[in-house]
């Protein structure tokens, strides 16, 4: 998803829920093969509700003076989609910052309210933790509070050639 620009260069949010890496690329260099998908058009089609077909029926049924419906009066609403085949020209073109690695990145786990460094010795050894460039998860509103051991709000980079 398109999110806007960052000092010359496009920024946008893949739909993974992976928020601890960023992937810098040049895109033109990266994707440059876009094809026909093998594969046939996918059609989905949202039909008339019952009543709405019933009511259609009765005028068309009914004797009288009135006049039929028009035929633009019944409408099926019709969604065909046919995916492109994007392909990588050049993998090199890209490259994976792990944030998770350094201190250049928050951990947090659910159901707490705090943020950490990664290398906290508070949330060493826990499950089911989640990194973020932010200082909260997808779906909160606020920021947590951030953790009195690791201080997080004092963020510095961690050793030289970490995130």
């Known amino acids: 998803m398109y999110v806007g620009e960052w000092e010359g260069l496009t920024v946008v949010r893949s739909p993974y ?3 601890s890496s960023v992937i810098v690329a040049d895109s033109r260099a990266l994707f ?14 949202t ?12 005028k ?9 419906p028009e035929a633009g009066y019944l409408r099926v609403a019709t969604l065909v989609s046919f995916p492109a085949e994007i392909g990588t020209n050049d993998i090199d073109a890209a490259y994976r ?5 350094g201190d250049a990145c928050f951990a947090m786990a659910l159901g707490e309210s705090r943020y950490h460094r990664s290398s906290c010795s508070e ?14 998860l997808d779906g ?7 953790c009195g051991v690791c201080k997080p709000e004092l963020l510095g980079l961690g050793s030289e050639g970490e995130c």
Do not use: C, W
């Open 123 to 136: 949330i060493d050894g826990m499950e089911h933790l989640f990194f973020s460039l932010r200082k909260r």
């Open 140 to 146: 909160e509103s606020s920021d947590r509070t951030p």
């Open 32 to 45: 440059g093969k876009a094809d026909r998908s093998p594969g046939q058009p996918t059609v989905e089609m």
């Open 97 to 101: 910052l792990d944030a998770s690695k």
């Open 60 to 68: 068309v049924n009914e004797m009288g003076t009135d006049p039929l």
């Open 47 to 58: 039909d008339i509700s019952e009543e709405e077909r019933k009511t259609f029926l009765a």
């Open 17 to 19: 829920p992976n928020i």
